[in-house]
C-alpha cells in the first residue's frame, strides 16, 4: 500500500495553492483575449521589441486552458460525483447568456427574440467552447474515477506517457493534426488533461520537484514557445527558406505548453499560503470561472472586445506591458465583482440547495 504523501497534504485539507493557480490561469485567459481578440498583436510591427514583449506575454499565458482541465483531474478524481455540480455550473453559464442577451436585445434593436431563446441554450448553441466540452466530458467522469481506484500506479504512469505521447508529440513530428483535436479546442484533449491531473495526484508526480524548481521549468517551456515562434518569424521575414517557416510550438496540445502547464501545476501547489492570503484565495477562487463566462459572453466578446485595444499596439515596449496589465486587471476585476454578487443572489434563492434535494430525491445515491 502506497504511503507517499501527494503533492497536497494527505489528509483532507484545502490546497491554497491550486485555488491561487485557478484565479491566475483566470487572469492569463483574460490577457490572450486581450492581446489577441482585442487587437494588440496583429497591429505590432513583426520583430520589433513591443512585438517580441507582445508575443511574450502571449506565450507565457497559453498555458492557462491546460492548467484549469489538469485542475479539474488532479481535484475530481478523488470527489463523489454529483449531477447537482454540472447543473448548478450550467445554471450559472444559462444566468449570464440569458442576462446579457435580455440586456442587449433592450438596448439594441438588431437583436431580436431568437437570440434570446438560444441564450437558454448555452452548451446546444456552443456559446462557450471549454464549457461546452467540460460539460460532455462531465458525465463520464465517474468511469474514468473508477479506473483510478482499480489501476495500479505503473500502470497509470504508463497512460500518461501515452497521452504526452500520442497527443503532443506524433502531432508535433508529423506537423499535422494527427487525431482532429483542433489544437486542443476538443473535449477530447480536455478529458486527456483531465486524467493527467489525476494522475498527478494518485501517482505523486513530480513530487521531488521544489516549487521554486517547477517554476523555472515552466519558464525555460515558455521561453522555447515564444524563442521558436521569433526564429520563425526571423526566417520568413528574411526568406530564408525556400516555404514558410510554420510556428509548432504556439498549442494547446504542444509539448512545451503542456509541461509549461504541468510544472505551472506543480509549482503554485506547493506554495505555502498564509492564513490571510488563504481567506482572500477561497474568497475569489469559485468566482474566477465566472470572469470567462462574462467576458467571452459572444455579445461582451463583440461588442466591448473586439479590436479594443488596438491602440496599445502602438505604445512602446514598458507602456504596451502595462497597459496590458491594467486592462487585464480591469476586465478581470469588474467579472469577478459582478459573479460575486451573482453568487449572493444564487445563495439568497437557495439555487444549490434545491438542486441537491431534488438530486437526492430523484437520482439518489446512483455513484
Known amino acids: 500500500m502506497q504511503t507517499a504523501p501527494s503533492i497536497a497534504a494527505s489528509k483532507p485539507q484545502r490546497n491554497y495553492g491550486i485555488d491561487l493557480l485557478r484565479i491566475v490561469s483566470m487572469i492569463m485567459i483574460v490577457t490572450l483575449h486581450v ?6 498583436l496583429k497591429n505590432t510591427v513583426p520583430l520589433s ?30 470527489s463523489k460525483f454529483k449531477y447537482s455540480n454540472i447543473i448548478y455550473l450550467w445554471l450559472q453559464v444559462a444566468f449570464y447568456t440569458v442576462l446579457i442577451s435580455v440586456i442587449d436585445a433592450i438596448l439594441s434593436p ?38 483510478f481506484e482499480l489501476l495500479t500506479n505503473k500502470q497509470l504512469k504508463a497512460i500518461g506517457v501515452a497521452i504526452f505521447g500520442l497527443f503532443c508529440i506524433i502531432p508535433f513530428l508529423a506537423d499535422k493534426d494527427t487525431f482532429n483535436l483542433n489544437d486542443g479546442y476538443t473535449p477530447i484533449w480536455l478529458l486527456m488533461l483531465y486524467i493527467f491531473g489525476g494522475i498527478i495526484n494518485k501517482c505523486n508526480l513530480f513530487s521531488n520537484l521544489k516549487a521554486w524548481t517547477a ?55 506547493k506554495l505555502k499560503i498564509g492564513k490571510i492570503s488563504a481567506k482572500l484565495i477561497a474568497f475569489f477562487a469559485p468566482a474566477s470561472f465566472g470572469v470567462y463566462i ?17 491602440f496599445i ?29 451573482r453568487e449572493q443572489l ?20 446512483i455513484w
Not at 507565457?60 to 491546460?66: G, K, Q
Not at 462574462?294 to 463583440?302: A, D, M, R, T
Not at 439555487?351 to 437520482?363: C, D, H, Y
Request: aromatic residues 20%; glycine residues 4%; contains cysteine.
Open 110 to 147: 438588431n437583436t431580436g427574440t431568437a437570440e434570446v431563446i438560444k441564450a437558454f441554450f448555452p452548451v446546444s448553441n456552443r456559446f462557450y467552447w471549454y464549457f461546452t466540452a467540460y460539460f460532455c466530458i462531465y458525465f463520464f467522469t465517474p468511469i474514468i474515477n473508477k479506473g
Open 313 to 341: 499596439a502602438k505604445f512602446g515596449t514598458i507602456k504596451l506591458s502595462v497597459a496590458v496589465i491594467l486592462a487585464v486587471a480591469s476586465i478581470f476585476f469588474v467579472c469577478i465583482f459582478a459573479d460575486l454578487l
Open 35 to 40: 492581446l489577441g481578440h482585442g487587437g494588440v
Open 294 to 310: 462574462i467576458h467571452v459572453n459572444p455579445n461582451i466578446w463583440q461588442n466591448f472586445l473586439k479590436a479594443r485595444y488596438v
Open 346 to 365: 444564487f445563495k439568497l434563492l437557495r439555487v444549490k440547495k434545491i438542486i441537491q434535494k431534488a438530486e437526492n430525491r430523484f437520482i439518489k445515491n
Open 215 to 269: 517554476m523555472l521549468l515552466y519558464f525555460l517551456m515558455v521561453v522555447l514557445t515564444w524563442g521558436e515562434r521569433l526564429v520563425c518569424d526571423y526566417l520568413n521575414a528574411n526568406a530564408l527558406l525556400d516555404e514558410p517557416a510554420k510556428v509548432m510550438l504556439t498549442n494547446y496540445t504542444s509539448p512545451t505548453v503542456f509541461f509549461a502547464a504541468v510544472f505551472l501545476f506543480i509549482g503554485f501547489s
Open 49 to 78: 521589441y513591443r512585438y517580441e514583449v507582445a508575443w511574450f506575454l502571449e506565450t507565457a499565458s497559453y498555458c492557462a486552458v491546460n492548467c484549469y482541465a489538469i485542475i479539474s483531474g488532479y481535484v475530481a478524481i478523488k
